[in-house]
């Protein structure tokens, strides 16, 4: 048993978050992952309408009685989704515990809170995490360069960011981005986190909804197989490394602009990815984690090899690299 501030506020077993990732977090895996004793995070925006993230938490409460949350990523768009609505269909569901990520999430914490719900925020920042906390999130989580998806811009590694960011906040801090086993999880400990957020790990598992051949093109990459595209527009994102990515990043190197790698990048084209296993079709997140992925288990068994992994690295590792202390007087 690990224990933290992070479980104890949140109720959760142990200090494992699966976070939310659009296409991935769906009803089946997040219930998988909260029976495990983690807590899971439905994606909102997976989701086409509001009402149809109301059916899919109603779903996954069928398969579960543990807690479980929804994400909701704010990010600034020519169209942007009824942000409002997502928003209101979570606290007329009843769900405890919302992950915001991407813009400021002033807006909707505080119909959050009105409604006693938790929020956790992710940051890539220091920055701004300090100001979310300022804010009044619950917690936040601080996402490293490691990381798929959106990693920001600075390129601060896990290894600085999460001790910069642990002297700096008061509230429970989950690490993110480069974490897959109880070794991680020991190390994001000791740098002042309270528990790991994972994405690409998750996505390797038996109840993750993908495409067999993406999970099994995971446990095949390095953690040199990712790409950084949109570099140049200052919206850096990584991603696996296929045909697709290394075009963008070829394109926009040239001088392109975003309407001329539009079409490449389209969700549209990622979505066929997990959906028909053709990893070269479009762009779709991985994390330089994924050199660590040997395996494609059960939630349950990651969850436990985790736990007892780092059970073991802080007994018998750990314990055994101290001095025994000298005797009085020697």
Known sequence: MVRTRFTEEFGVRYPLVQGGMQWVGRAPLVAAVANAGALGFLTALTQPTPDELRAEIARCRELTDQPFGVN?????????????????????????????AGSNPAEHLQHFHAHGIKVIHKCTSVRHAVKAQSLGVDAVSIDGFECAGHPGEDDIPGLVLIPAAADRITVPMLASGGFADGRGLVAALALGADGISMGTRWMATVESGIHEKVKQRLVEAEERDTQLIFRQLRNTARVADNEVSREVVRRLNEGAAFEEVRDLVAGARGVKVYETGDVEHGIWSAGMVQTLIRDIPTCAELVERIIGEAGAVIRERLASALEPAAPVGA
Do not use: F, H, K
């Not at 942007?80 to 919302?98: C, T």
């Open 72 to 100: 909701l990523t704010i990010l600034p768009t020519i169209n942007p989704p009824p942000y409002a609505e997502y928003r209101q269909a979570i606290i007329d569901s009843g769900v405890r515990i919302v992950e915001t």
